[in-house]
């Protein structure tokens, strides 16, 4: 079994079809038939079931396929140790954020004058080397540590008729319009779980990818908007109350994860312990 082999099995594996394969591949579709077929000599049971002209991944080919990526991720890892250890890596870490944060400048800038030799790019999609999330219920995945746990408040114009009131149940807002982030960021999606568990949509009247813009948009008196109450806890206008929210209880955790089975460069790993200690010294939230 080849190397060569398992690379073009794992493509072939992942399309289920045999041309679409050969086309990303740019191999011709015969020397990859030909590949499934030696494979399949060689372990001595079929790889694919066949289904017409189409080809479907079975039982076997998923155990072969489960093993081709560890293998090929260990010739990776293999590269990238020996690479650092002989210092033809570039210090550059990817940083996946799921979450809109105003402490993600502090977190780098804290990070970049402990280390201005590492690079660290943000993007906004996953496949970061280390992606940080958000959830409305504790997870369990490998490779992950919970940063923050976190209340998430109700923010309302001062002359919102509830701007009296000490706290405040989501039904009250039934009728409200809502400033919200993005429904593609975790918050703007928080926003309409927590709505939807008290039996009703939000009416969202605007939305906006910056953090900063909702809290102006409510200081405008265009809505009320759910924020966190330590990520965000900087908000200091006497133009904004904040209340608490007693139904439904809306918390939202912060999650750091990352892939144990890539090589932990030593940058990466001081990136990690970075984060996971910057959030140690986040828990004590103002009072409300």
Known sequence: MKISQLKLFKTIAEYEHITNAAKDLHVAQPALSK???????????????????????NENGKILLKYTNKILNELENIVLEINEHNEKIENEITLSMQIATKLLPEILSTFHTKYPDIKVSVIQEEGGDIQLFASSLPVDYENSVMLLKENLLLALPMDHPLANQKHVSLKMLKDADFISLSRSKSLGQLTSEYCNRVGFNPNIALESDSPSIVRDLVKLGLGVSLVPEISWRDIDDDKIKLLKIDEPTCIRYFYLSWNENKYQRKALVLFRNHIIEFFKQQQNPSDY
């Not at 590949?35 to 991944?57: A, C, H, M, S, Y």
């Open 35 to 57: 590949t499934i077929k030696e494979l399949e000599n060689e372990l001595g049971v079929p790889l694919f079931d066949r289904i017409g002209k189409g080809i479907i991944l």
